[in-house]
């Protein structure tokens, strides 16, 4: 989630960083490719950060990067539930979230699906800098000045080219 957030941040800033961030998608998109198990998503029980949260950011992150396309079928619940091997609701909880937000769509008795792109990733642009602009409000309000910032950006898409 991080990567798309600094994504829209930087979009049309400059063309090193746009670079920078397309090498991390591709780099990343290579990895899921290689993995061969089927299953793109990745979740950290150790983080703190919530089950359903780390779904949506993964479903999220696999639609930016491509991995997900509009009208693409998601797992049922109880299908991506037994394979990542969490509760059904959880993952009801996470497909509840992503429609709401305009990321996913339901058809009755058929499943969920990838919205629409530009709907879709309208919202996910949206949702991305309110989150930013949260996060910049706060670390504004902690005393970081525009030039920490900056070097902080530059730093983050450092690591994510490596």
């Known amino acids: 989630m991080l990567r798309c957030l600094l994504f829209f941040y930087q979009n049309g800033i400059d063309k090193k960083r746009k670079m920078v961030y397309y090498t991390t998608v591709l780099t990343e998109l290579v990895q899921l490719q290689q993995k061969g198990d089927g299953v793109l998503i990745q979740l950290d029980y150790k983080s703190g950060v919530p089950i359903y949260d780390q779904l949506i950011n993964n479903i999220i992150r696999l639609k930016m990067l491509g ?12 299908a991506l539930a037994a394979k990542l091997s969490i509760n059904p609701n959880t993952v009801q909880r996470a497909y509840q979230m992503l429609e709401e937000k305009g990321i996913i769509y339901s058809a009755s008795g058929k499943g969920s699906f990838i ?3 530009s709907e879709s990733e309208q919202n996910i642009k949206k949702i991305a800098v ?15 000045t ?15 080219n490596k």
Request: aromatic share 2%; glycine share 6%.
């Open 67 to 78: 991995a997900l396309k509009a009208g693409d079928a998601l797992p049922s619940v109880r």
């Open 115 to 117: 919205a629409e792109d």
């Open 130 to 144: 309110a989150e930013l602009k949260k996060a910049m409000e706060l670390a504004i309000s902690r005393g970081l």
């Open 146 to 160: 525009s030039d920490d910032i900056t070097k902080l950006t530059d730093e983050l898409f450092k690591e994510g």
